[in-house]
């Protein structure tokens, strides 16, 4: 008896003991881990500086043929290649592993241009990224993520509005979205609603419906999940794109709308949370006529947006005007789908979680945060196509999300709603009177043609009798 | 003629939804083809520097969003543009029938009294099988507006150089012809000057001596 006391007094020591070195091994893990992925967002940003560095010789040596251009070339494809090479080499099982292929949410990470010298631009992004993500991951997310752990039960308070603003962890994101959209849509939920409308669309083709085909295979082609052949996810936007068609007959379906979708179904994966997603976005945070016939709102709002930036980056809006830039065209997309075309993904979801809280003063803290980030590089810019070009692409060169955020909340205060909302107003009238101008100046340009031109048929508003003369 | 004249010519190309715009535009420009583009919404721009006869033209080409709704946000482009690819899909009816609108729309709000401004219909999508448009149909309404027509496939680049030079040099010839009336008449040379800074048309030598 004794000697069996002695032996589990002896045994519950070495459980302690081994309990112990345990502990101590996995803290030395954790720093190990922390260290190398310092290491490895050290190496990411020595990578791209390289890759900057042979982009802007590739630059300068222009067309020049020569030993060195070649040598550039061979260099520059090797860069391009290494990349195959790293991830086979680079298979331990950490978290923030090498640059993949794919984010979490199965977008591209190194976005595929199609010009050969932005391919190497491509790269150096997809790096950049990367290191900041390593360097974020340990000091910033972790404590974000602890704190996520802890919160029960979802509240409205201010501490949620911080929260949401710096992003909410992955894997608590479907669970708080599905939270901020029953805040929202609560009124407009019935049970069974969402199969009433599926059945709906089955009884009878809706007139959207070859619109929502042609859109399918359009949406997000550098996402896995809706490129693979093999995936569901088509047609899970498909019902639910028919469905909205049948919730909002006055919108139907409105191009962009898929894109909304298509976020929504990403993050809570299940088609009948995305519709009520949709349905939140659309029917609640944006108002009425963003995606009508008429696009009006959605117009208003670029021009609001224009007052904004005037006031808060003068010296940004001198240059463009200057060249004539007219920003409407890039920024109605952002409006339109939430940044779903331009952002990278985890900045992208960072925006929504605060966008599907707060509404629609998110995205324009963003808009005006977005070119305040790049404003430099923008001032540098002298010819507007360069300009038009640039302003194409360099909303996914951002991958500083805390910068950005930074911006976005503080460095654009005070942003009060009262503003917005006597802005829109009085860009609203001016916009339906031009409309209504327009209209008119039809009306008459098509009178006066007709009296003019006997062969003008109907329905056929501007002939040109010069040219409908044999 | 000057041998190095230089000109910016802005194009756009407008047409029904999912007609193939971004393919044309990426098949004449990069000369790549995807089956399946994203959906383009709002508007975005490609280049492409060729030269005709003398001159070297810088294009501007804005591809736009296809949609019904997006046509007055759209019609925002046609001011100031020198020219214009209506693109329909000769496998769907509704975007041939849906030229005459567009075309209305261009035409109302370029410069109402244009009598020239440039345009090519382009239909394209001729390697699929599921024709719903004849080509004489096409051809026919074509002709009686006088605009250039082209059969194209994004997809196995036919026509597609041909169709957008075509343009090219239509919308060329105007502009010369514009600076060259300007010149001839006695307008104030106030004018000539707008529209040479508007344009980018750099007469090059001795006729720009008028500033």
Known sequence: MEAYRTQNRFLNSEIHQVTKIWRKVAEKEKALLMKCAYLQAQNCRVESKYLAGLRRLQEALGVEAGECSELLRQLIQEALQWEASEASADSIVLSPGTVSEYDEYGFLTVPSYEVEDLRLLAKIQALEVHSHRLLAHEAVERPLRERWATLGELAPSAELKQLLRAGVPLEHRPRVWRWLIRLRVQRLQAPGCYQALLSQGQACKHPAARQIELDLNRTFPNNKHFTCPTSSFPDKLRRVLLAFSWQNPTIGYCQGLNRLAAIALLVLDEEESAFWCLVAIVETIMPADYYSKTLLASQVDQRVLQDLLLEKLPRLMAHLGQRRVDLSFITFNWFLVVFADSLISNILLQVWDAFLYEGIKVVFRYALAIFKYNEEALLRLQDSLEIYQYLHFFTKTICDSRKLMHIAFNDMNPFPMKQLRQLRAAHRERLEAELNELEQLKAEYLETRAAQGPSVSEGCPSEDEGEAEP | ?211
């Open chain 2, 1 to 211: 003629m000057n041998p190095r004249k230089k000109v910016d010519l802005k194009l756009i190309i407008i047409g029904a939804l999912g007609v193939g715009k971004t393919s044309l535009l990426h098949q004449y420009v990069h000369k790549t083809f995807y089956e399946d583009y994203q959906t383009t919404l709002g508007a975005s721009i490609l280049s492409k520097i060729i030269i005709l006869d003398d001159t070297t033209l810088k294009l501007q080409i804005w591809d736009t969003g296809g949609q019904e709704r997006f046509r007055s946000m759209v019609s925002t482009f046609y001011k100031g543009s020198d020219g214009c690819v209506l693109a329909f899909d000769v496998t769907d009816l509704e975007s041939f029938e849906a030229l005459e609108t567009w075309r209305g729309d261009v035409l109302a709000k370029t410069i109402p009294m244009e009598q020239s401004y440039p345009m090519v219909v382009l239909g394209n999508k001729i390697d699929l099988a599921d024709r719903q448009v004849p080509q004489e149909v096409a051809q026919g309404w074509c002709k009686e507006k006088d605009i250039p027509y082209f059969e194209v496939s994004a997809k196995n680049d036919i026509n597609v150089v041909q169709a957008f030079e075509m343009l090219a040099s239509r919308a060329l010839s105007r502009l010369s012809g514009r600076v060259q009336s300007l010149l001839n008449s006695n307008v104030s040379l106030y004018f000539l000057s707008v529209l040479t800074r508007r344009g980018g048309y750099s007469l090059g030598g001795s006729a720009g001596a008028g500033s």
